[in-house]
């Protein structure tokens, strides 16, 4: 048997060839692309240029998907430019309970503080919407879920509380699993905490706007975020009690499509609302002059009427 | 009953039916009856000594014992007259969930609950004690009817928490879980809850803003079951006693944590050997907190209500 040598093998069948480089390249001479210059849509697997696909808030240009968000991009989309004084910066997380499961938690909350911030999961303070001063809070689903333990339940019901204090609307921007089990009972009772919270600013007569986000279940569900005067979600935003998973276990059968979507509650009268980012800040500004019978920014620009 | 021995119990069964055995056997007769005092006496040592040493998991175990009694076995001891009352005036009644008016040491009282069933039949009608959001709403109605008419509030938590299905997610079991959290902080009555088996999760909370939060000594609560839990944090169901203990959700653990006010003494081997001694001794505790929560005025009732669950919680300050 005669064996091929290199120049055999291009007379080989095509099919027996094996596969080469066209050209080698060593790592040197290599052209390289910066990671995530491109942005492939989860939805539609349209490729934006990643500048202009964070530009347009995380929408993509093509299918309208709503791509979930950084929490600092989030800030900055919602409220006026630079209008963002974030408080409680020194509340941390203890462990009340020595709790460990295959990490301890005091882990877990370490690892969050270095890789997202040691804002925990909620960050709060005061910011303006079209020039009307609000007491804001944003969920910081980077951080372990969006899960609410004692921090965050202190924190939004110091959002509560501040607009009380201020008499200024306030705004919170959910995104959450729920209750941090971690935490345990502490936990649960963060939702009892801050409903109680909420429930002071509306016997004051003033407003909350509450917005899901993606995806808002659980405990936070189940307290604030489905108590706001308004509650607003984005597209396709899952918004529930409990989580898909659980209900498919539970009932033991395929869930409708759709189920616990925003579109879905809006459509059983759960929701005022499904608006998308790119006209939330707008909407929300809208909504809360008219909640709060203030004139439109148009006319509070406008100068005063020349007297005589 | 459905007569199901747990594991630790067993022993103190047996004696115990060795006790009735030998009772049997020497009818009327003298002879035995110092062996059966003593006996009698071994046994309620060996309970004693047992149930001092309970681990969580035991605790959740008598917690949802099948025996335990629930919330309308306790409206029949503690409470007299009582007239239930039905539907949330929207969509539907839930049986999941009981409430009505009765007196309690002759007072008017609103009082709800929720309610498990007995055996397979009831449990279809009571759907395991899992409210639905109609629950949730005619829980409000009790609430505001209280509030309306100036009566004390009082809910028994018994529950493995809020269903979730389809139809409760159609309804807003969320919207009806946060509201009734709401109200209930801001109701001029006083209000007490009794944790009398299960405290599961929002479901259970939802009835639980009151003024006072009592446990019965074997109840639990928490802010998911240990199974949930374990399936999620460990990915393995069977992580589960490892998660009870963790969760810390007996009575003693709340009181440390500062949410549970008091442990209520259950009769001696629990709630289900012994309800009347049970009962009388949740009255014994309701009759003492309603009597000094009517001392305080309705602004300092609110404004303590308030402090109290703006406390809980453990937060540290970074310097």
């Known amino acids: ?308 | 009953m459905s007569g199901k021995v747990l594991e630790f119990e067993r022993p103190i069964v047996e004696l115990e039916t060795k006790i009735r055995e030998l009772k049997d056997l020497s009818g009327a007769g003298s002879e035995m009856a110092d062996e059966i005092a003593r006996l009698e006496q071994k046994a309620a040592e060996l309970q004693r000594e047992r149930f001092a040493a309970l681990t969580p998991w035991e605790q959740l175990q008598l917690a949802k014992h099948p025996d335990r009694p629930y919330t309308l076995d306790y409206i029949g001891e503690v409470l007299t007259d009582f007239v239930e009352l039905k539907g949330d005036r929207a969509f539907g009644d839930d049986p999941a969930i009981v409430g009505g008016i009765a007196r309690l040491d002759g007072r008017s009282v609103v009082v709800l609950g929720q309610q498990k069933g007995r055996n397979t039949k009831e449990n279809l009608h009571r759907n395991f004690g899992m409210a639905r959001p109609e629950g949730y709403r005619k829980a409000q109605r009790l609430m505001k009817m209280a509030d309306q008419f100036g009566l004390p509030l009082l809910c028994l938590i018994d529950t493995a928490g809020a269903y979730p299905g389809i139809g409760a997610e159609e309804r807003g079991q969320a919207e009806a879980i946060a509201t009734c959290l709401e109200l209930m902080a801001g109701l001029r009555v006083p209000s007490i809850s009794v944790v009398i088996g299960e405290g599961g999760s929002g479901g259970a909370l939802a009835i639980g803003v009151t003024d006072r939060i009592l446990m019965l000594e074997h109840a639990v609560y928490s802010v998911i079951s240990p199974r949930g839990c374990a399936s999620i944090l460990w990915k393995d169901a069977e992580a589960e006693r490892t998660a009870a203990e963790q969760l810390k959700m007996t009575a003693h653990d709340l009181v440390g944590l500062g949410i549970c006010d008091e442990v209520v003494p259950e009769a001696l081997g629990g709630a289900h050997r012994g309800l009347p001694a049970t009962a009388a001794a949740l009255h014994d505790a309701l009759r003492r907190h309603y009597g000094e929560l009517a001392a305080l005025s309705v602004q300092d009732r609110l404004e303590r209500r308030y402090a109290k669950f703006r406390r809980m919680g453990h937060v540290e300050m970074q310097a």
């Open chain 1, 1 to 308: 048997m005669i064996r091929p040598g290199k120049g055999a093998e291009i007379r080989m069948a095509w099919w027996r060839r094996k596969k080469q480089a066209l050209e080698q390249t060593s790592e040197s001479n290599k052209v390289s692309v910066p990671r995530g210059l491109w942005t492939k849509c989860d939805a539609c697997g349209e490729i934006t240029y990643t500048a202009e696909f964070v530009q347009n808030l995380r929408v993509c240009p093509v299918c309208g998907h709503h791509h979930v968000m950084p929490t600092k991009e989030r800030i900055a989309a919602m409220l006026d430019r630079d209008s963002w004084q974030p408080l409680d910066l020194e509340l941390r997380s203890g462990d009340p309970l020595g709790f460990r499961d295959q990490a301890a938690y005091s882990d877990r909350v370490a690892k969050a503080d270095r890789s997202v911030g040691p804002t925990d999961a909620f960050t709060a303070g005061f910011g303006t919407i079209d020039g009307l001063d609000v007491s804001a809070g944003f969920f910081v689903f980077e951080y372990m879920g969006g899960s609410m333990g004692s921090v965050v339940g202190e924190k939004v019901t110091r959002v509560f509380e501040r607009a009380l204090e201020r008499k200024i609307p306030a705004v919170i921007f959910s995104a959450s699993g729920g209750a941090r089990m971690q935490e345990g009972i502490l936990s649960l009772m963060q939702m009892a905490k801050t409903s109680a919270a909420r429930g002071r600013l509306r016997a004051a007569g003033i407003p909350y706007v509450s917005v899901c986000l993606h995806p808002t279940t659980g405990g936070v569900a189940a307290s604030f975020a489905m108590l706001g005067d308004v509650i607003l979600a984005e597209p396709r935003a899952l918004v529930g009690f409990a989580g898909p998973r659980v209900v498919q276990q539970t009932i033991g059968q395929e869930l409708p499509p759709g189920f616990q979507r925003a579109e879905f509650l809006l459509e059983h009268g759960m929701l005022d609302r499904i608006v998308g980012r790119l006209e939330l800040r707008e909407q929300l500004g809208l909504m809360l002059r008219l909640l709060a019978g203030a004139p439109a920014k148009a006319a509070a620009a406008l100068p005063p009427a020349p007297a005589g």
